[in-house]
């Protein structure tokens, strides 16, 4: 029978979980710690440099820090190409950490690689860095003590598993320091609040279940013991009129913001799950001052659409065909489009003037925050599809007024 726990550890999506990167160089003992923190097989281990090519990734539940993931990486010294491909994937999964653990041979002197890492993660005030001194059976290398003396470090030896139950002691005592990303209603319901969920049932809906963003809204009511109505867009005007208690919020999908708007009384708060993940998963004033610059956009300007997950385009898809019609309709008809699911890479970034992005419910914080950092850094302008389309039906800065302080700051400036 599954316990509560387990149910947990099954239901917690990667991106909702706190990550951890297993980093250092080839052979550092990256993979065997892997499989000594998970006590089973998932990622092979051999003594031939550069057997990790691929980043695995795998939920562990660790006692009250709850579900975390944990990547196992290629190491940071491999040459070549395909060297150079896979090391700038383990810095991806890095920037997506919240805890690096450098992972390296006690006995060994400090490759050049190794020291270059640690400048650069100790300068990286992002995350939490620990260190794991492998091969603990050996006697530890001078230069390796001087390199990590100031780090908090744990002798583990894989062979046999001494300092496993140590290492996972140490990463349970990160709980209070390891900031979780927000719930989506954090700050803007209390108890016994209703809220009204308008989730449209179309061709682009997933068959038989509900998306990300929607079913985290309905967890996150339920936990703040709030009320909830999920409603289409076409029954929404006939429940909302026989409500009783007048809703605290309506949020709804944001292609659907038009018809949600002309459905209930204009004093009632409204906002989209599109925004609410803005906020979640980025940083909303980013995404606003992106909104307020959209007239700076030159003609023949490029913007790019991101996406965060290979879901199922449709027909008529929100990213790849209605935001470029509607931005050429209603902003510069002479803007060219671009589309990816990846960071583009730091050349094509200097070419784009503006970046679109969804609402990113598959990646975690840290993640959609190193994006925006990085397009900050090309002085793109950058805001996401709730805003956008929350813009193109006249509805911001109504749809930022659930946000009292980012609406007072910026409400006269749309
Ligand atoms: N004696 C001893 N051997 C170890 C230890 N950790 C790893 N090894 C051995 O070192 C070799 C490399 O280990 P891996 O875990 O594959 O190293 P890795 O860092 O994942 O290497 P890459 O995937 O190539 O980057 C294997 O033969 C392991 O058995 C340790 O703590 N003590
Ligand atoms: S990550 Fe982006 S594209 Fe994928 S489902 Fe979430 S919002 Fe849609
Ligand atoms: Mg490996």
Known sequence: MNTEKDLQKQTTAIAETKRFVLIGIRNAGKSSLMNRLFEREVSIISNTPGTTTDPVTRKLELGKLGAISISDTAGLDDSGELGAMRTARTWENIKAA????????????????????????????????????????????PEKLKLTKNLESIPVDNQTGTGIDSLKQVLINL?????????????????????????????????????????????????????TLIVKERELNQFYNSLKIPPKLVITDSQAFHKVAADIPEEQLLTSFSILFARKKGDLEQFIKGIINLSNIPDGGRVHVMESCSHHRQADDIGTVKIPRLFRQLVN????????????????????????????????????????????????????????LGWVNGLLPRALEPFTDLYHEYRDLF
């Open 98 to 141: 919240s805890v690096y653990i450098f992972v390296t041979p006690s006995h060994l002197a400090p490759s050049k690689e190794e020291i270059t890492l640690l400048e650069k993660l100790v300068q990286n005030k992002k995350g939490v860095l620990i260190c794991v001194l492998t091969h603990s059976d050996k006697n530890l290398h």
């Open 175 to 227: 709980t209070d320091q390891l900031d979780s990303e927000i719930t989506p209603l954090e700050g803007l319901v209390t108890e016994g609040d209703l809220v009204v969920l308008v989730t449209p049932i179309d061709l682009a809906a997933p068959r038989g279940r509900l998306i990300m963003p929607q079913v985290e809204t309905i967890r996150d009511l339920l936990d703040r013991d709030c009320g």
């Open 333 to 388: 008809s002479k803007t060219r489009f671009s589309f990816s699911r990846s960071l583009p890479d730091d050349e094509e970034l200097n070419s784009i003037d503006m970046i679109i992005h969804c609402a990113a419910c598959m990646i975690n914080r840290n993640k959609m925050i190193s994006r925006l950092e990085k397009f900050a850094d090309h002085n793109i302008d950058v805001t996401n599809y709730g805003l956008f």
